[in-house]
């Protein structure tokens, strides 16, 4: 093969070079060169297995994410007699992105940030209303940056309040923990003042800031900084990036679909203003926290000079978060236009003034205070209370707005009647709620040893009261969703039941057997849970939200623990307490074990991490627009690449492509597919199956997957055909139907399995393949040849306005592409 050499998306190619790389013109009869670009979906299905063959090499990209071709085709575009009749199979394969490296294991700490993140995206199409849809955006990452809050909340906790201040505060607890003996009051030392120990253990939640936006940053420079192809689409461009462009309204016909903008996988400059804000309320939150109980031990001391001095803190603390929470609303993102402005005057003074204000804070607060002693709980536990009712006041907001959008155009496949969103973020709440309780409670039951939190009779008096009633709900919750999945279960039972002639019928050369036909029934009746999991999901959001209100009721007004505040009411409702309190707290703490056994797992296995990846696949297809520390976008590396193939491909050659996309490749395929220029566009055919784009993204993501979008992305392409059967509980059809111009997508749903029984052909059971192995039904190959044979033909001299490869070798995947040879066993099984 020969060498290439990548061309800067910026720069033009000239017309000498594009004579100079023109494809030769082809035989007659001959339709010119194809190719096939396969696209895996979820769990990273390896390029051996995409191929079918041990022997691959890799012809651009990097060990993050790759092009591969078969060792025999590496070579296939200096050789077109041997593919007249097949195409040229290709795989793309970025799994690596999601679960390559150990590190991927610390991104479990991510979840609740993810899932807030997800619900940006959910916004319910409509038209107009452009303030309601940046307002839509504004709440969403306010209720993002109340989680940051509450992590960091969480480890000051654990940190300062259970361990600094009550555990080393206590005599009897700093003796059962030795290495606590130094903090200890009766040891006289330098450190056994409260203030001094406060201050050491604030370096904790500092670090898991600093840690955070580590994180963020890494990754913010391998995706986000990444440049895509300079270039813009007719209609694309707005007059200006100016606030909230991202938010705008979807706009009228005509104008590109927002995941065909120029600058809807370049977030680079909103990631960086986020990022800036939620390092700052993370070192403001733990700076308040530590000073807290110090200015309210110089107030209540007579004659104490430094209540001056602390007041004068707080005001400043409390003037930063102001700009913080300024800076989390006043912009969101620019997707008409690739916005490359980056702020760098904010994302620096930003976190450095919250950093330097800390810094003083510590000093203030280690200050020497004689006679300070510390007892009880640490002051200053009420940030999970005005947390807790912020986060809840502003999912009210949003839910209230989503509601709005949705009225203007309302849409029967729309989750929840649009209250998707809200939904999701309120998951997100209860989320970072379960592992700050979880957290907290494990850390003040191994400190207390026997005794249970809050009931007394222990050396500590342990964590905030609100954690123990949020804790208390959690058995409540699953108790009552019982009755819905109990439901859901009967429902599945009598769908079975109901189909069994229906699969008979499909298979009528075959001999009836109940055995075979209950089996298959009862797949296809799973299968369709799908549809019904969107209201189990808002009634889990729903019945969450009630309890949480609950318990901040329940911890304001008795200010006891569960347990404690039913003392003196009926036998049975204090036994109930009683046990909900027990049950939650030793709930929560196995689910922070069980979190903690899965990262450990994750990090040292590659197999759990790749099962971590999957969960990563689904969650961070979207672009960080809420929360910058959010597990990073893998998209804004896919999509961008599987453009540059596209189009490097077909400039070079003229020939005609499959975009062949399974899963969440499928997705990825669509995503790409809108990048392309029109010219380019039109000489690719899209081939998915087992695809979410409509039953996943179109209910939950509408304003981007929904029905319009997806039929103008029909129109958009020459030809496109889905794949679905009944027993893919993923995949399924993507309802675009024929006009006077196009057929419909759809074909499905196909048979499966493909035999009934035993047979001469058949002399095994054939398996029930649900949402695997599409290539393995003839249908496939059938479709393909059929989207080839509709696409047109090559024509001499044909080229994109993209950079193309020089005559005889394979077009590099973009600008991330390392190399066009084969790369040695990089590329190669161990086969």
Not at 282 to 295: I, K, N, R, S, Y
Not at 545 to 570: K, N, Q
Request: glycine share 10%; hydrophobic share 45%.
């Amino acid at each position: 093969m020969s060498s290439e050499t990548d061309v800067p998306p910026e720069t033009p190619v000239s017309t000498e070079a594009e004579a100079d790389a023109s494809p030769g013109t082809p035989a007659p009869g001959d339709a010119g060169p194809a190719l096939e670009l396969l696209v895996h979906g979820v769990g990273g299905t390896t390029p051996q297995d995409m191929l079918d063959d041990a022997r691959t090499v890799r012809i651009a990209g990097d060990e993050t994410a790759a092009v591969y071709r078969r060792a025999t085709d590496a070579d296939a575009e200096q050789h077109p007699e041997r593919y007249r009749d097949r195409p040229i199979p290709e795989a793309y394969s970025w799994a690596n992105l999601t679960s390559g490296n150990a590190s991927r294991a610390l991104w479990l700490i991510l979840l609740p940030f993810m899932v807030v993140n997800l619900a940006h995206w959910m916004r319910p199409a409509t038209q107009g209303l452009a303030r309601a849809q940046r307002l839509y955006g504004v709440w969403v990452r306010l209720i993002a940056l109340t989680l940051t809050v509450l992590l960091t909340a969480a480890a000051c906790e654990v940190a300062l309040d259970l361990t600094a201040w009550q555990c080393a505060g206590s005599a009897a607890c700093a003796d059962d923990h030795s290495w606590l003996g130094f903090l200890a009051p009766a040891r006289h030392g330098w450190w056994s003042m409260p203030g001094r120990r406060l201050a050491l253990a604030s370096l904790v939640p500092t670090a898991l800031v600093v840690l955070l936006w580590y994180l963020s940053n890494r990754t913010w420079t391998a995706y986000e900084a990444q440049r895509p192809p300079a270039h813009e689409q007719p209609g694309t461009a707005a007059s200006g990036s100016g606030s909230g462009a991202g938010d705008a309204g979807d706009g009228p016909p005509g104008i590109r679909p927002a995941l065909g903008r120029p600058g809807f996988w370049y977030g680079r400059r909103l990631v960086a203003r986020l990022r800036a804000a939620h390092t700052a309320a993370g070192f403001l939150t733990v700076a308040a926290l530590l000073t807290a109980p110090a200015v309210r031990h110089d107030r209540a001391a007579a004659g104490a000079a430094a209540p001056f001095a602390g007041t004068l803190l707080q005001a400043a603390l409390g003037v930063c978060a102001v700009v913080a929470v300024y800076v989390v609303c006043r912009r969101g993102r620019s997707e008409r236009t690739r916005d490359a402005v980056l702020d760098r005057t904010l994302i620096t003074w930003l976190p450095g003034s919250a950093l330097t204000l800390l810094g003083l804070s510590l000093v203030y607060t280690a200050w020497s205070r004689p006679g300070w002693a510390s007892s009880g709980a640490l002051p200053g536990d009420g940030a999970f209370w005005v947390t807790a009712l912020a986060q809840g006041v502003l999912v009210a907001l949003l839910a209230v707005t989503a509601h709005a959008l949705y009225r203007r155009a309302p849409h029967p496949r729309i989750v929840l009647r649009g209250l998707g969103g809200p939904t999701v973020a309120m998951l997100a709440c209860a989320l970072g709620d379960v592992m700050t309780g979880g957290i907290a409670q494990r850390v003040a039951d191994w400190l207390d040893g026997d005794a249970t939190p809050g009931m007394g009779g222990g050396t500590i008096a342990g964590p905030p009261v609100l954690l123990s009633w949020q804790a208390a709900v959690i058995p409540v919750l699953l108790v009552l969703l019982l009755i819905p999945v109990a439901a859901l279960a009967v429902r599945t039972v009598r769908a079975s039941r109901r189909l069994g002639p229906a699969v008979e019928a499909e298979y009528p050369d075959a001999t009836a057997d109940s055995v075979r036909t209950r089996q298959i029934a009862a797949v296809r009746a799973r299968a369709a849970l799908t549809e019904a999991t969107s209201w189990l999901v808002g009634l889990l959001s729903g019945t969450a939200l009630l309890l949480g209100a609950g318990a901040v009721v329940g911890s304001w007004l008795t200010g006891e623990v569960p347990g404690r505040a039913a003392e003196g009411a009926a036998p049975f409702v204090r036994s109930a307490a009683d046990t909900a309190q027990a049950l939650g707290s030793w709930l929560i703490g196995l689910g922070f074990i069980l979190f903690v056994t899965w990262g450990r797992r994750a990090y040292r296995q590659a197999s759990a991490r790749r099962t971590v990846g999957i969960l990563w696949d689904v969650g961070t297809f979207w672009p960080r627009a809420a929360h910058p520390f959010a597990p990073p976008c893998y998209a804004e590396r896919a999509v961008p690449d599987l453009a540059w193939r596209i189009a490097t491909w077909t400039g070079s050659t003229g020939g005609r492509l499959v975009l062949s996309g399974h899963s969440q490749g499928s997705v990825l395929a669509a995503a790409a597919v809108w990048q392309l220029r029109d010219t380019t566009r039109h000489r690719v055919a899209l081939l998915t199956y087992g695809s979410p784009l409509e039953r996943l993204y179109g209910r939950w993501f509408p304003a981007y997957f929904g029905a319009g979008q997806l039929s103008g992305l029909n129109r958009e392409l020459h030809c496109w055909r889905n794949l679905w059967r009944a027993t893919d509980p993923i995949g399924g059809p993507v309802r675009v139907s024929a006009d006077d111009e196009r057929p419909g997508v759809d074909r499905g749903p196909l048979k499966d399995p493909l035999a009934y029984g035993r047979s001469a052909r058949h002399p095994l059971p054939a398996p029930i393949l649900g949402h695997a192995d599409y290539q393995a039904d003839p249908v496939f190959a059938e479709e393909r040849a059929a989207l080839l044979a509709r696409l047109p033909s090559a024509l001499p001299g044909q080229r994109s306005e993209l950079p193309a490869p020089a005559p005889g070798g394979p077009a590099p995947a973009g600008p991330a592409a390392n190399s066009a040879r084969p790369q040695g066993s990089s590329g190669r099984s161990s086969a």
